[in-house]
């Protein structure tokens, strides 16, 4: 199947480019979507509840966004992506130039420097991040919440680009489907006998990475993101499924998870490592059922995801509509819930 990058385009007004989060959070607006089926139900965030039943899995995304943006003297800058192990960390970084391997650079007012061990073939840095106190403890302290280059302000509440329920540090951008759920809305749910189920999966340029490839997008090839699901989580998910409940992932690094861990049979099993999934139209879904995503950027590997489980025409459509009804898009924009 040949894909053109072309044919995940929409034209979007960057009046539309969601700035600041809603607050509350749940009030965010929401369009609901039949899967495969045209139409749109338009309402708010909290009114979710109203499509779930008895008996379904929410699987939520607990990482939790690291501090991960770094400075150094003048226009020197760090991005760290992922942790490869002790802390040593895969990083983007600006000038390149200054990074040149054995360089040793200055960050954070001269508590942290970061020496480049390798180049990647992307052109990231391997960064051995080198200090007298506790290198965690310095990034958490003097790092800066990395919000995506379309936000312009930083949030004057860096924790409002966390969700409620993140609780394992490590990604460099936030499960954004997430941050619309309150603890209370949470609560109402699982009262109504729905079930809520954790995997992790710290985000990185595997989610965000831009798609180069214009003739033939079936052959780009995605970073490998660092996940986990427990055998507790597993369980959960399949013995929902087992009687009869669906699998609702909430974001696309979730769906990406289940994905990953799933056999063709649909069952979820235990697993920690490192995923590439690509998932665009043509992709046979195994193991969700419904998902909740927001609104994601023109030719991404995000709207691919979601057009392989509403169809491509059908997602360009939905799109279309949300344009023309204002809603807000991108990482504090508006969410669509597709079942």
């Known amino acids: 199947?040949?894909?053109?990058?072309?044919?995940?385009?929409?034209?979007?007004p960057q009046e539309l480019i969601a700035q600041v989060a809603a607050e509350p959070r749940d009030s965010s607006r929401l369009m609901v979507l039949r899967r495969g089926k045209p139409g749109a139900e338009h309402r708010h965030f909290r009114d979710m509840r109203e499509y779930l039943r008895k008996g379904d899995v929410l699987v939520l995304n607990d990482t939790r966004v690291l501090p991960a943006r770094l400075y150094g003297e003048g226009r020197t800058e760090v991005l760290l992506l992922k942790r490869m192990f002790d802390d040593t960390w895969e990083a983007w970084v600006h000038p390149g130039r200054k990074f040149k391997p054995g360089a040793v650079v200055p960050l954070c007012g001269g508590r942290l420097a970061a020496r480049v061990e390798g180049i990647t073939p992307t052109g990231e840095r391997y960064l051995a991040l080198l200090s007298d106190e506790p290198v965690d403890d310095v990034i958490m302290q003097t790092g800066y919440m990395p919000v995506p280059p379309y936000?312009?302000?930083?949030p004057d509440d860096p924790e409002r680009y966390q969700t409620v329920y993140s609780r394992v540090t490590g990604s460099a951008a936030?499960?954004?489907?997430?941050?619309?759920?309150?603890?209370?809305?949470?609560?109402?749910i699982r009262e109504m006998g729905v079930e809520t189920a954790w995997c992790t999966l710290h985000v990185g340029l595997g989610t965000f990475g831009k798609v180069t490839e214009e003739e033939d997008v079936t052959r780009h090839r995605m970073h490998s993101?660092?996940?986990?699901?427990?055998?507790?989580?597993?369980?959960?998910?399949?013995?929902?499924?087992?009687s009869g409940g669906r699998v609702i992932a909430v974001g696309t690094t979730s769906?990406?998870?289940?994905?990953?861990?799933s056999g063709e049979d649909g069952l979820i099993?235990?697993?920690?490592?490192?995923?590439?999934?690509?998932?665009?139209?043509?992709?046979k879904y195994k193991a969700v059922d419904g998902m909740i995503t927001n609104f994601h950027l023109p030719k991404s590997t995000l709207i691919m995801l979601v057009s392989a489980f509403h169809g491509l025409d059908?997602?360009?459509?939905?799109?279309?509509?949300?344009?023309r009804e204002k809603y807000r898009f991108f990482s504090f924009g508006d969410a669509m819930m597709i079942i």
């Not at 936000?151 to 930083?154: E, L, N, T």
């Not at 769906?255 to 861990?261: D, G, I, K």
């Not at 059908?314 to 344009?323: D, F, K, N, S």
Request: hydrophobic fraction near 40%; include cysteine.
């Open 1 to 12: 199947m040949s894909l053109r990058l072309d044919d995940f385009d929409y034209a979007l």
């Open 151 to 154: 936000i312009k302000k930083y």
């Open 174 to 188: 936030a499960p954004t489907a997430g941050l619309h759920f309150t603890k209370e809305l949470l609560d109402e």
């Open 225 to 242: 993101e660092a996940f986990s699901i427990s055998a507790d989580e597993a369980d959960r998910i399949n013995r929902c499924r087992a």
């Open 255 to 261: 769906v990406r998870t289940l994905e990953t861990v």
């Open 269 to 283: 099993r235990p697993q920690t490592g490192w995923t590439a999934a690509y998932i665009y139209p043509g992709y």
């Open 314 to 323: 059908l997602t360009l459509e939905a799109y279309r509509l949300a344009v």
